[in-house]
């Protein structure tokens, strides 16, 4: 999704075991998960559309 929207989207992928600290801020315990400004949270590999959902709720959209 960020590779289509570049100016929209901003996305990093972190290493749980190298930066623990950003595990706990986001309690972070398994992965892969993917947080969306810090609030939500989606667990697990999921489809583009389950994702795109969770990225529209936290918009209010």
């Not at 996305?11 to 969306?36: C, E, I, K, Q």
């Amino acid at each position: 999704m960020a590779r289509v929207n570049p100016t929209h989207i901003v996305a990093d992928m972190v290493d749980a075991a190298t930066f623990p600290n950003l595990s706990d801020r986001y309690g972070v315990y398994s992965v892969p998960v993917t947080v969306v400004n810090g609030n939500s949270q989606q667990v697990g590999a999921v489809p583009e559309a389950q994702l795109a959902r969770v990225i529209k709720q936290e918009l209010g959209q």
